[in-house]
């Protein structure tokens, strides 16, 4: 089939939406689709790329507690079509498909079967709740919704009910496996990692105070910290006036430094406040073998089950991080379990099973659309044959 994979954040730059979409257009490829990246451009990039198909100009905006993207153009109508015309896709599948505006508009000139990928999860949003009787007309031209999580259905489902398929983010369980610990950090002083944008929904300050309680009864321990955002001037504050010793800020890293990393950890801490719709950072620790201890929130207990793949704490409770993060280090044992189960939990969410997985839904949808006679004028691919029995991954949820 000829598939477009649309994200509205300007790729490839770095983001979960866009790591994403990069391991579905590899699986894709690899299972003998045709696929093209609809996406817009940031900065000084160029209009087209290869596969990468770029229309209109990105810009930053706060969304969700974090940094998000919308995209803009003068000519969005007249250049969609010219590409839509051209490529002429089977399938067009939208990552986030109401962010403003380059998924809108291909989505309302698409003559394609869409499927819709919903990454995101909060409370309330505002723009959802004034904006749904307007975005309910590009709701209905979805004919297939995928949810990353429970927690990301839940989101979306009360502004735009239906059916929902659970697909979850997916990791490359080999790339973290074969990694080298970093020498001068393997010392005999427990190393507790984090990873993540310095932001206040991803909790460092609470693993600051955590640390700090721990380092005031007498324990030694090293926190490593690999992220950049606008809270890192607080907590370089907070370790100076603390005077904690043993916390390394680390910045950005390479991929290879991460992979380094994660097997350095004798263990990684997540202690996300919320609005985390997956996570997908544990899933590369625990493909690293590094145990878990993260925040009991809805995105996360998706992945970590509790005392079995990792130990879940309260947000926002310091003294309950603190009190995991010295279980683990006092019970070896414990560490090894731990790191023994999420190697084999971080196999079931590998791109291979999540991209068959992702694959089999668009057969399904396509074949329910060809038995309504409702398939679109642009799908022109062989209908897919059902597929035989196979270990699920995902299910719908209504």
């Known amino acids: 089939m000829k598939i477009g994979l649309v994200t509205p954040y300007a790729f490839p730059n770095p983001g979960g939406v866009n790591d994403h979409v990069a391991s579905l257009y590899r699986i894709l490829r690899a299972r003998g689709h045709d696929v093209r990246i609809i996406t817009s451009s940031h900065g000084l990039q160029k209009a087209s790329e290869g596969d990468i198909l770029r229309i209109g100009k990105g810009f930053s905006v706060p969304f969700n507690g974090s940094m ?5 153009s003068p000519t969005y109508l007249r250049q969609m079509r010219d590409v839509l015309a051209r490529e002429r896709f089977d399938v067009l ?13 291909t989505l309302s000139v698409s003559t394609s079967v869409n499927v819709a990928t919903f990454h995101a999860f909060g409370g309330l949003s505002a723009s959802y709740e004034f904006g749904k009787r307007a975005l ?13 999580s429970p927690a990301a259905r839940h989101f979306i489902s009360r502004y735009f ?7 979850p983010n997916g990791v490359e369980p080999s790339r ?23 932001e206040s929904r991803k909790g460092l300050i609470h693993l600051l105070r955590a640390v700090r309680k721990i380092q005031r009864d ?13 809270g890192d001037r607080e907590a370089r504050r907070y370790v100076l006036t603390r005077q904690l010793n043993d916390v390394e800020f680390l910045g950005r890293v390479t991929e290879a430094q991460k992979v380094q990393l994660f097997k350095t950890a004798d263990m ?23 145990p878990i201890i993260c925040s009991d929130i809805h995105g996360y207990r998706g992945v970590v089950r509790r005392e079995r793949d990792g130990l879940l704490v309260p947000p926002r409770d310091p003294d309950a991080l603190a009190e995991a993060i010295r279980r683990l280090i ?25 991209g068959a997985s992702v694959e089999e839904y668009y057969g399904f949808v396509i074949r329910r659309l060809a038995e309504e006679g409702r398939l679109p004028t642009g799908f022109t691919a062989s209908i897919p044959a059902a597929p035989g029995p196979r270990r699920q991954i995902g299910r719908a949820h209504v």
């Open 68 to 72: 998000g993207t919308i995209t803009l």
């Open 330 to 354: 006092d019970d070896p044992e414990l560490r090894a379990r731990l790191s023994r189960a999420g190697e084999e939990r971080a196999e079931l969410f590998s791109w291979e099973h999540v």
């Open 93 to 105: 599948h939208f990552h986030e498909p109401f962010v403003p505006f380059l998924s809108l508009v």
């Open 218 to 230: 007498g324990k030694r321990v090293r926190l490593l910290i690999v992220g950049t955002g606008p």
């Open 161 to 167: 009910p239906g059916e929902y398929k659970i697909l």
């Open 176 to 198: 973290y496996a074969t990694g080298v610990p970093i020498a001068r950090y393997r010392n005999g002083v427990p190393n507790i990692l984090f990873v993540g944008r310095m």
């Open 136 to 148: 309910g007309h590009y709701a209905g031209k979805l004919h297939g919704r995928i949810a990353v």
């Open 268 to 290: 990684f801490v997540s202690p996300a406040t919320g609005r985390e719709s997956f996570g997908i950072v544990l899933l590369e620790a625990m493909s690293a073998g590094a």
